[in-house]
Every structure is written in C-alpha cells, then in structure tokens.
C-alpha cells in the first residue's frame, strides 16, 4: 500500500463523500480511482454503463437494486 498527496480540497471532498457513501476515505478514494481509470478506457460508455457492467461483473443483477432506466430497461452493456 502506498501513499498517494492530494490537494487539501479534494481531500475535504473525499471525507464529504466518504461520509455521503457510508465508505471510508480511503474506499472512496479507489471507488473514484477505479470509475476514472475505467471511464478513461471504456470512452464510449456512461458511467451508468460502467457502474452496470461492474455490478454484473460481481455477480449483482443491477435490476434487483433500484428502478434506474438502464436496470429497468435491460440496457445491453458491453
């Protein structure tokens, strides 16, 4: 595990959504890594479509979660 500076804000925002999510800041930290890393190399999806994919890929059926329009509609994501 490594130590990663960030700016004193984006820290601050980091502990706000931390606390928002029910994550620690540290999980917050990598939810936000990960989603940026896979939004940069998956261009031509949404984040819906990735946070679909990443649900599925877990073995959760987004379409037990919450009546979003992509879960709902079946939306076919690569």
């Given at each position: ?22 994550r ?37 059926d ?17």
């Amino acid at each position: 595990m490594g130590i990663v500076n960030i700016e004193d804000e984006l820290h601050e925002q980091l502990r706000k959504a931390s606390k928002a999510s029910y994550r620690s800041i540290n999980a917050q930290a990598a939810f936000w890594i990960r989603i940026g890393m896979l939004c940069e190399l998956n261009p031509q999806l949404t984040f819906q479509q990735i946070v679909i994919r990443e649900l599925r890929e877990a073995g959760v059926d987004p379409g037990d979660l919450a009546p979003g329009d992509a879960a709902r509609s079946g939306e076919r994501v690569p």
